[in-house]
């Protein structure tokens, strides 16, 4: 296990292990509380996620709970049911009236919630963009705070799955909405390394969206299986689409070693949440998922919107921010990029192997 595994796995252990989240029963607005009575005078910082009860994002929740214990902010969070372009606007316009101190999106749209999101700056509210940015448009922010290079993550993907086919065969990718900045990135990345010689035996054949929702993902992936009988293998970035093709293959048997596999049968990978993919994982049904740990997007995120907000901070390329230490985890200095752009990692696998330890057991 390489030393940014063994960080990202004692950073989830840590998380797990903090007091239970205690938040407010949801109001009619999906908005929930952090429990703890906010400081006098201290920051309000909302959380709006792509779509609510989503696993990855009530991941993410945990690390701006514990931060808020911390530094003593108000934290809620609050947003759409479904993960559509423009469902984001009313949140962003009710947050402008309650005057928060900051908003942190994981925005459905690079373009859509832009006007919104000028509104709420030119109030004074600080923009802090996660996991999914407004790219190409990254001046309607203040500042970006990403998991990973996007910019690495299409040559990842098909290269993880081309070792899985031997480099050869069909596959296709089944991703989240057709406006998901993050998605479309990775998207265009793994069409432009499939152009590699190294990839020339590869075909990608079809690219479809799931929207984000469970049973849409799951119907995707069953068509996929049987518009193309002779698919090896199916990439979906993200954590409800890759779940939804774990089943999908299991339903239909055609996963490695399943009754009805042809040949090394379908192999899914993608990324997904540990603790909802174990089941698949451990059968053997997927051979390997990757994330990163969403709640050190909180954390991060949720230092950088105080910070600013007491102007002890200003985003730029090649400033630095010092994240204190999570119980079990390094933190310290975090360099802002191009585009005002903060990077926390890579991503880590997770496979039959250790997939127990990464999912809290």
């Not at 407010?24 to 009860?53: H, L, Q, T, Y």
């Not at 999106?105 to 802090?128: F, R």
């Not at 799951?218 to 293998?233: M, R």
């Amino acid at each position: 296990m390489t030393r940014k595994s063994i960080f990202a796995l004692a950073a989830l252990a840590a998380f797990g292990a903090i007091a239970p989240l205690g938040c407010k029963p949801a109001g009619k607005d999906g908005a929930s509380g952090s429990g703890d009575a906010p400081k006098s005078g201290s920051s309000r910082i909302v959380f709006i996620p792509k779509n609510m009860g989503n696993p990855y994002f009530e991941a993410m929740e945990k690390g701006f709970q514990q931060a808020s214990k911390e530094l003593g902010f108000e934290f809620s969070t609050t947003g759409p049911a479904v993960a559509e372009p423009t469902a984001q606007i009313s949140y962003i316009k009710d947050e402008i009236q309650r005057g928060a101190t900051a908003i942190v999106i994981a925005a459905n749209s690079v373009d859509a919630l832009n006007g919104t999101l000028d509104e709420a700056k030119a109030k004074g509210i600080k923009i802090i963009t996660v996991d999914s940015d407004l790219t190409g448009n990254e001046s309607h922010r203040d500042l970006g705070v990403l998991a990973c290079d996007f910019d690495t993550m299409g040559d990842f993907l098909i290269e993880q799955m081309g070792a899985i086919m031997n480099y050869e065969g069909k596959f296709a990718i089944l991703s989240a909405t057709t406006d998901a900045p993050n998605q479309n990135k990775w998207i265009k990345g793994m069409q432009a390394a499939i152009k590699n010689p190294k990839y020339a035996k590869m075909q990608l054949v079809d690219v479809v969206y799931g929207d984000d929702k469970d049973q849409k993902s799951l119907t995707e992936a069953e068509a996929l299986l049987t518009k193309h009988p002779d698919l090896k293998g199916i990439i979906a970035p993200t954590t409800v689409g890759v779940y939804g093709c774990a089943k999908a293959v299991e339903q239909a048997g055609v996963y490695p070693g399943g009754k009805n596999a042809k040949g090394a049968g379908v192999s899914v990978i993608g990324l997904g949440v540990a603790k909802q993919m174990q089941r698949h994982l451990k059968d053997g049904i997927v051979p390997k998922v990757f994330l990163w740990d969403p709640a050190e997007q909180g954390y991060i995120a949720s230092y950088a919107a105080v910070r600013m907000a007491e102007g002890k901070f200003t985003p730029a390329d090649g400033a630095t921010i010092n994240i204190p230490d999570l119980p079990l985890t390094k933190m310290g200095d975090k360099k802002v990029g191009k585009n005002n752009v903060l990077i926390i990692g890579e991503p880590v696998e997770y496979n039959k192997e250790n997939v127990d330890k990464y999912a809290g057991e």
